[in-house]
């Protein structure tokens, strides 16, 4: 079973919402977290301000190339430069954030939440590594 991989339609991005510099590597199965530690159901209160990206910051997969034919599970490493990967723990943090990846999705405007679900993968616990179960598809 093969799947068409093509960066320009799955994306990951790192969102800059942590508060631990920490930068070690963490491979552990996914457990997906919510947002919901940083986002308020009560309509008085307001998003803090996104903090600062660095010019140079990048996030990207480590282990796959563009266009490039993969298998179920497919195994995702994924990287980043000039930040720090990190839980999501609440706090808005410069150059610290985790990564999420987005199934067939675009992209999403920059502050807004990104839901849990089948096509919003979310590592909130800072894993930079995880095995995914695809759909035999083109994406």
Do not use: W
Not at 12 to 34: H, Q
Not at 54 to 64: C, G, H, Q
Not at 125 to 136: H, I, M, P, V
């Amino acid at each position: 079973m093969k799947y068409l991989f093509t960066a320009a339609i799955v994306a990951a991005s790192l969102i800059a919402c942590n508060s631990n510099d920490s930068t070690t590597d963490k491979t552990t199965e996914t457990k997906e977290e919510g947002h919901d530690a940083h986002a308020s159901t009560a309509t008085a209160v307001e998003m803090p301000a996104m903090p600062e990206v660095p010019a140079n910051a990048r996030v990207y997969f480590a282990n796959l190339k563009d266009g490039q034919t993969v298998t179920s599970p497919l195994k995702v490493e994924m990287g980043v430069e000039a930040m720090h990967v990190d839980t999501a723990n609440g706090m808005l943090k410069p150059a610290s954030g985790h990564h999420h990846i987005l199934v067939d999705i675009d992209s999403i405007p920059t502050g807004e939440v990104i839901k849990k679900d089948s096509v919003h993968l979310h590592f909130g616990n800072a894993q930079t590594s995880n095995a995914s179960f695809l759909r035999k598809q083109a994406y």
